[in-house]
């Protein structure tokens, strides 16, 4: 009896331990799956926003110096893509040095810390508060480019009559004053407009219509009205010089927008999905409605309105593009083209200012009413980003039960309105003082392709 108790004993002990043992195992496996499956959806995010930073890059050279640049005059063609050429390479050297850290570095509610001055820390690890399955150096990047087009963006106001120098100077100043300080405060950890990281007014904006668009559109207004109207506008024709390099800038501002505004969910994701085509459907509409007030208005729809109504379009959509859905877009898009031609032809006609390539009538107002426009169709159907305590999705706009959140936008708006206005006059007032902005009469009259940079874009002797 005592030795068939100690086999028993034995037995059960060696079935034990080979149970333990598949446990273990099994565990193990489920370990190392998730681990896999883990680094298989990171390797993924990543790719996609390193695809969407070159799309965003891509929209300020070539897409907008190609857009810029054609609707100059020929003696200014140079110079204007020069503006938004040479600030991929001016901005950048600023966003590693200190931009990037003043805007997304944890700070107070209105501007970042030093937290990431030179990109301290900014390497493989994720930052979880803003993109938990991507490299912190991919965020960076990414958001890079958003600071690198949106002062390009105000270029459009003052062309052919701004010193080159003065540019540059102005540009940096704006990036300090305006660019990174509105980022923080929507986009930002802690930031006062921030809906989804402690904010104090959330005012949503997925990809950059207050951040980007009302800030460059209003700068854009006040540049135009400091510096005043082109020698002989407008009483001398001022037609664009060559409407092909327009029309391909404007293609490729349409398909880098995918990058912008899909590639702002910061993930290979559904929502994505959802950006993505809202951003589609909002310029289609805006092209056509813009078309059809110009063909109603003139008789005749011309291609600079079909390309400057697709630029608004996309304007328009970018804050609701991570909100809203299919038919929303449609209807913001539409709306957009209509409203930026009433302003482009009527409203700028009416109060006399030279606003030379229609930067404030497209993105000034475009982004605005899209802003705007965000709290009214905005719906957790689409993005369930915000919850209750229990887990649940919380209404985001009108249209979900939450008419708060126009009021929200409102802010964000009015706020957006505010800094540009007052930072860009102060800008220029203390770069006029250094070196003054304006190019000479005598520059301006020969063109700023030769005055400011010793070249010509069209040698026909050659």
Not at 113 to 141: E, K, R, S, W
Request: proline content about 3%; overall charge neutral; charged content about 10%.
């Amino acid at each position: 009896m005592y030795r068939w108790n100690h086999v028993v004993l034995a037995t059960l002990l060696l079935s034990g331990a080979a149970l333990g043992q598949t446990v273990t195992d099994g565990e193990a496996r489920w370990a190392a799956m998730q681990s896999t499956v883990k680094a298989a959806q990171s390797a993924g995010d990543n790719a996609w926003m390193l695809v969407c930073s070159a799309l965003v890059l891509m929209m300020t050279g070539p897409g907008l110096a190609l857009f810029y640049g054609g609707l100059v005059r020929k003696k200014n063609v140079l110079g204007t893509m020069m503006q938004s050429f040479i600030l991929m390479a001016v901005v950048t050297v600023l966003w590693a040095v200190v931009g990037y850290s003043l805007a997304f570095g944890e700070g107070n509610s209105f501007i970042g810390g030093f937290h990431y001055l030179f990109l301290n820390g900014v390497g493989a690890a994720p930052n979880a508060d803003y993109a938990g399955t991507i490299p912190q150096q991919t965020f960076m990047v990414y958001q890079l480019m958003f600071a690198i087009i949106t002062p390009a963006l105000i270029s459009g106001a003052f062309a052919e009559r701004m010193k080159f120098s003065a540019m540059l100077l102005f540009m940096v100043l704006w990036s300090f004053l305006v660019y990174f300080p509105m980022a923080h405060m929507v986009w930002g950890k802690g930031g006062l407009l921030n809906a989804f990281l402690g904010g104090r007014y959330g005012c949503l904006d997925f990809a950059g219509g207050t951040v980007v668009h009302v800030t460059s559109g209003v700068s854009a207004l006040v540049c135009a009205l400091y510096l005043g109207k082109r020698l002989g506008y407008p009483s001398e024709p001022m037609k664009p010089h060559n409407l092909v390099l327009s029309v391909i800038g404007a293609c490729l501002l349409w398909v880098g927008w995918f990058g912008f505004n899909a590639g702002s969910a910061l993930a290979s994701s559904a929502l994505a999905t959802s950006a993505f085509v809202a951003t589609h459907f909002g310029a289609a509409a805006a092209t056509l409605g813009w078309m059809l007030a110009e063909w109603i208005k003139s008789g005749k729809p011309s291609v600079l309105g079909a390309i400057s109504g697709a630029v608004a379009g996309l304007v328009a959509i970018t804050p609701a593009s991570g909100f809203v859905t299919p038919l929303a877009a449609l209807g913001i898009g539409f709306a957009a083209g209509v409203v930026c031609f009433f302003m482009v032809t009527a409203i700028k006609h009416v109060f006399g200012y030279d606003d030379s390539l229609d930067a404030f009538g497209v993105h000034g107002a475009g982004g605005t009413l899209g802003a705007l426009l965000t709290g009214v169709f905005a719906t957790y159907l689409v993005n369930d980003g915000l919850k209750d305590a229990s887990g649940r999705p919380l209404p985001l706009g009108l249209v979900d039960g939450h008419p708060g959140q126009v009021l929200n936008q409102l802010i964000g708006v009015a706020i957006a309105w505010a800094l540009a206005a007052v930072g860009t006059l102060i800008i220029l007032k203390v770069c006029d003082l250094l070196i003054g902005v304006r190019a000479e009469p005598q520059n301006e009259t020969e063109g700023l392709d030769l005055s400011m940079h010793g070249e010509e874009a069209y040698n026909f002797e050659a």
